[in-house]
């Protein structure tokens, strides 16, 4: 599997996390109950990813406005302060570092950046690092001052520099998914078809870009083949112009007669298919994400398809980190799955915790009493105690002093 860009992300009141740090293996399937926060650990990927491209008021907007961002412990929602640090690893050209920020909320839904942290470790041993606190701005980067605001992020206003550049490559090119097949069913507007949307919505651009290039016959043909694993008898999927507009054309074959072909719009496929089709684009885009997340990929699936799904995720992980939430012990059958590929969602006390599996879990893993989708069917694929580990769980440092 490939190694992995980011090691650690620490959560600091996101959402329904008042605090909480994830740590990776690759791939790592996340599980837990119906509103445990599964799709709020997600949502710290997007939001970061989006903050990089995006005016922070922007990201904000999109998500309802900082009050529906932080988390709300009590009623008058304090400590206002919200924060999301993550931790590299060796990846991008470089042998770790960090990045992080804190924003505060203020009156009248306004907000202002408190503190802001990213270091580069190169493997020869050279440290890249800037430290601003409020619009003060220290670094030992000589001849990187920018124009600071204090409701702006300043890494999407220097990730063009050489310096500080593989740590921007990595946040603004996470990925989360989450396919609605009702927007791959519509005509679609083209565009660069460089980055699948979220929902999946430009599917065709990005299905039209990939049948371009060096490698485009390849890569026709293993999603063609992934796809007809998937879906029985469907050979191929191709966009298709309609004057301005952008959709698919599904064909299916069976038999050994060739003339025993059918071709489909995507009004006339299924939501599965629709949905699995758009999982392999997610995994098949160029260029690839540094870390893609796929929010409960079995969906509208029939179990048969799961294995193909899994292997598709085995296959991406060998490329990007990815990120799994899943309901489905179908999924988790796997042999491979190990505890370490695990981690579970809680919600306890009003607050979500994300936690490696109990001990009780791990045993019956390791001894081979259990794998992960019996415990999960079994409804005993447990967390461990929130407070009996020896890691920061519950207090886990945004910053850190550098000289």
């Given at each position: 599997?490939?190694?992995?860009?980011?090691?650690?992300?620490?959560?600091k009141?996101?959402?329904?996390f008042?605090?909480?740090?994830?740590?990776?293996?690759?791939?790592?399937?996340?599980?837990?109950?119906?509103?445990?926060?599964?799709?709020?650990?997600?949502?710290?990927?997007?939001?970061v990813?989006?903050?990089m491209?995006?005016?922070?008021q922007?990201?904000?907007?999109?998500?309802?406005?900082?009050?529906?961002?932080r988390?709300?412990?009590?009623?008058?929602?304090?400590?206002?302060?919200?924060?999301?640090?993550?931790?590299?690893?060796?990846?991008?050209?470089?042998?770790?570092?960090?990045?992080?920020?804190?924003?505060?909320?203020?009156?009248?839904?306004?907000?202002?950046?408190?503190?802001?942290?990213?270091?580069?470790?190169?493997?020869?041993?050279?440290?890249?690092?800037?430290?601003?606190?409020?619009t003060?701005w220290?670094?030992?980067?000589?001849?990187?001052?920018?124009?600071l605001?204090?409701?702006?992020?300043?890494?999407?206003?220097?990730g063009?520099?050489?310096?500080?550049?593989?740590?921007?490559?990595?946040?603004?090119?996470?990925?989360?998914?989450?396919i609605?097949?009702?927007?791959?069913?519509?005509?679609?507007?083209?565009?660069?078809?460089?980055?699948?949307?979220?929902?999946?919505?430009?599917?065709?651009?990005?299905?039209?870009?990939?049948?371009?290039?060096?490698?485009?016959?390849?890569?026709k043909?293993?999603?063609?083949?992934?796809?007809?694993?998937?879906?029985?008898?469907?050979?191929?999927?191709?966009?298709?112009?309609?004057?301005n507009?952008?959709?698919?054309?599904?064909?299916?074959?069976w038999?050994?007669?060739?003339?025993?072909?059918?071709?489909?719009?995507?009004?006339?496929?299924?939501?599965?298919?629709?949905?699995?089709?758009?999982?392999?684009?997610?995994?098949f885009?160029?260029?690839?994400?540094s870390?893609?997340?796929?929010?409960?990929p079995?969906a509208?699936?029939?179990?048969?398809?799961?294995?193909?799904?899994?292997?598709?995720?085995?296959?991406?992980?060998?490329s990007?980190?990815?990120?799994?939430?899943?309901h489905?012990?179908?999924?988790?059958?796997?042999?491979?799955?190990?505890?370490?590929?695990?981690?579970?969602?809680?919600?306890?006390?009003?607050?979500?915790?994300?936690?490696?599996?109990?001990?009780?879990?791990?045993?019956?893993?390791?001894?081979?009493l259990?794998?992960?989708?019996?415990l999960?069917?079994?409804?005993?694929?447990n967390?461990?105690?929130?407070?009996?580990?020896?890691?920061?769980?519950?207090?886990?440092?945004?910053?850190?002093?550098?000289?």
């Amino acid at each position: 599997m490939k190694g992995m860009s980011i090691v650690k992300v620490i959560i600091k009141r996101f959402r329904s996390f008042p605090s909480a740090t994830l740590t990776f293996d690759n791939p790592l399937f996340v599980v837990g109950c119906n509103g445990a926060g599964k799709s709020n650990l997600a949502d710290v990927f997007s939001f970061v990813s989006e903050a990089m491209a995006s005016p922070l008021q922007a990201v904000f907007d999109r998500q309802g406005g900082i009050e529906a961002v932080r988390n709300r412990s009590s009623g008058r929602s304090y400590p206002p302060n919200l924060g999301l640090a993550f931790e590299f690893g060796p990846s991008n050209g470089i042998a770790g570092g960090r990045f992080a920020f804190e924003v505060k909320a203020l009156p009248n839904y306004a907000y202002q950046i408190v503190r802001e942290q990213c270091l580069v470790r190169k493997s020869d041993g050279t440290r890249w690092w800037y430290d601003r606190k409020d619009t003060v701005w220290r670094s030992n980067a000589k001849g990187l001052t920018p124009a600071l605001e204090a409701s702006a992020l300043s890494l999407p206003l220097i990730g063009g520099d050489e310096r500080f550049a593989p740590i921007f490559r990595i946040l603004s090119s996470m990925r989360v998914y989450s396919i609605e097949p009702a927007k791959l069913r519509e005509m679609q507007d083209p565009d660069s078809g460089v980055a699948l949307r979220a929902d999946g919505g430009n599917a065709a651009s990005v299905l039209q870009e990939l049948s371009r290039g060096k490698e485009a016959a390849e890569i026709k043909r293993d999603i063609n083949n992934i796809l007809e694993t998937i879906v029985p008898a469907t050979k191929s999927v191709v966009p298709k112009k309609h004057g301005n507009k952008l959709s698919m054309q599904f064909s299916q074959e069976w038999g050994s007669d060739k003339n025993k072909k059918l071709t489909f719009n995507p009004y006339n496929m299924s939501d599965g298919t629709l949905r699995s089709l758009g999982l392999i684009l997610a995994v098949f885009q160029k260029p690839s994400p540094s870390l893609l997340v796929i929010e409960e990929p079995e969906a509208t699936l029939h179990p048969g398809a799961l294995g193909a799904v899994l292997d598709l995720i085995r296959q991406a992980a060998k490329s990007m980190q990815v990120v799994v939430t899943t309901h489905s012990p179908e999924l988790l059958d796997a042999k491979w799955i190990q505890d370490n590929n695990l981690r579970v969602v809680t919600w306890q006390e009003g607050a979500s915790h994300v936690l490696m599996p109990s001990q009780a879990t791990r045993k019956a893993m390791s001894e081979h009493l259990m794998g992960a989708g019996e415990l999960l069917r079994s409804n005993a694929l447990n967390a461990e105690e929130l407070f009996s580990a020896d890691d920061d769980l519950h207090d886990g440092n945004l910053f850190e002093d550098w000289a």
